[in-house]
């Protein structure tokens, strides 16, 4: 029967805001120079007290109500005990017991299935301090320590690696959408980590709620193909193990992208080994409902509304429209293209297969493609010499499109174009191939 993988994510999101978590420093770090957007607060130093960032809350509540999350009325900051060299407190201010936001959902759609994945929590915590490891040591910049981060937890209603991956994209592209982050993965503003276990794949009825006894964390990675690579190993090494009779156990993992191989780190802690207890500088947030409906009303559509609108407004299809919504610049473009007056289904096109387009301007586009049509050649005896050459220089396509395969008409069109630099009116040469070829 074999195995069935159960996997819940653990996103870090860093959100965009003017300062850091708990101190008046500039979040804005990206190329900074080392240890420049520091103070008292953010290196650890004694007697220095922590200031909450309202700004940060307000986002994090976005985020929680995007995801039909409930948002909870009293929250409180935990410190989160741990001794490492990113983390000069020898404590993380985070959440634990009364996080921001509980018990929502995010609805995908993977190859044409629609999957919901449980979000079990949603909460705000500082960030650590960024190692830098060299031959020498390893150097400390504290520049990302107390930058205001959001970790959002899934549910293991996770099956299959691809599943993981749209889960992954879909976060992203929510956040940005609310505007809450960039969540660029080349500048860490997106960190992601799998929990990942297999159980025996029962095609009666499988209890979704059954879960192995054990859970393998692998930690920090920093984008989607790495994600694939070490949940694929993962998968692979537990179902050896398994299939051997090998008992496996809790621990976490890293991910080494040379050898493309997870490595053990240690053993997994649980919850108790942090010793959580209530943050004594921060007080206990109270968060109103007049607040939560004010937040709401800020929400923008969300990518299911915004696809059928796409579908309504401009008919084009469902993938186009999932495609267009998955990225700001390209849905931009498109409405630009349309506005100029190009019809939809040519400027979906264009935008989607020639992604350099958005390099041009929108009115500039217009101009060259009205040229190319002007230039297009339509005029059958003008074409002909052009398919005569194309079927004698390429028997075997022609001999495949008389077997049935449509395909080989698809490349004989295709060499017409390349002799004719692009000018033939494809719908023409169409025609005209099959006239000779049937």
């Known amino acids: 029967m074999g195995f069935e993988p159960v996997i819940g994510l653990e ?14 420093c500039s979040a804005d770090i990206w190329k900074a120079e080392p240890n420049s957007h520091v103070c ?16 940060a809350v307000e986002q994090a509540i976005k985020v929680g109500l995007a995801l039909n999350c409930r948002i909870n009325h009293q929250i409180y900051f935990e410190r989160k005990n741990y001794f490492y060299p990113d983390l000069p407190k020898g404590y993380q201010i985070s959440q634990y017991r009364a996080p921001l936001a509980t018990a929502g959902s995010l ?26 490891h060299t031959a020498d040591g390893t150097l400390l910049d504290f ?63 499988v209890n979704r709620k059954s879960l192995p006894p054990y859970r393998v964390e692998i930690k920090n990675i920093n984008s989607f193909r790495f994600l694939e690579g070490a949940l694929r190993y993962e998968i692979k090494r537990q179902t ?77 299809l469902r993938k186009d429209a999932e495609v267009l919504v998955g990225d700001e610049n390209k849905l931009e473009y498109f409405k630009s293209l349309v506005a100029e007056g190009l019809e939809p289904k040519r400027a979906v096109n264009l935008v989607i297969n020639r992604p350099k387009v958005l390099l041009i301007r929108p009115r ?14 339509r005029d059958e005896d003008r074409l002909r010499p052009a ?22 008409l698809k490349f004989l069109i295709g060499q017409v174009m390349r002799q004719t630099r692009g000018k033939a009116n494809p719908q023409v040469v169409e025609k005209l191939l099959r006239e000779v070829l049937v």
């Not at 759609?109 to 830098?132: A, F, Q, W, Y």
Request: with cysteine; proline share 5%.
């Open 11 to 24: 996103i870090h999101i860093q959100l965009k805001t003017r300062r850091k978590m708990f101190c008046d």
């Open 40 to 55: 008292p607060v953010c290196l650890g130093l004694p007697g220095a007290l922590p200031v909450l960032n309202r700004k």
């Open 107 to 132: 609805k995908l759609r993977v190859e044409d299935e629609e999957l919901r994945v449980g979000i079990t929590r949603v909460h705000l915590e500082e960030d650590t301090t960024k190692s830098i």
């Open 143 to 205: 520049n990302k320590s107390g930058i205001p981060l959001l970790e959002i937890v899934s549910e293991p209603d996770i099956h299959s690696v691809e599943a993981a991956r749209a889960y992954g994209k879909a976060i992203q592209e929510l956040v940005r959408r609310l505007g809450v982050s960039d969540a660029d993965m080349e500048k860490g503003q997106m960190r992601l980590e799998a929990n990942i276990s297999l159980r025996e794949r029962k095609p009666q009825t």
């Open 240 to 316: 050896e193990a398994l299939e051997e009779g090998e008992k496996l156990v809790q621990e976490t993992r890293g991910y080494d992208v040379k050898a493309k191989k997870t490595f053990v780190q240690r053993t997994k802690e649980e919850a108790h080994d942090y010793r959580y207890f209530p943050e004594p500088d921060i007080p206990p947030l109270e968060i109103s409902d007049s607040q939560i409906s004010r937040i709401r009303s800020t929400l923008p559509k969300s990518r299911n509304e915004l696809i059928e609108q796409l579908i309504e407004a401009y008919k084009i």
């Open 364 to 377: 500039e586009l217009i101009k060259r493609l009205e040229r190319e049509k002007a230039e297009e050649i």
């Open 387 to 408: 398919i005569k050459k194309v079927i004698r220089t390429n028997p075997q396509a022609v001999q495949d499109f008389k077997s049935g395969k449509e395909a080989a």
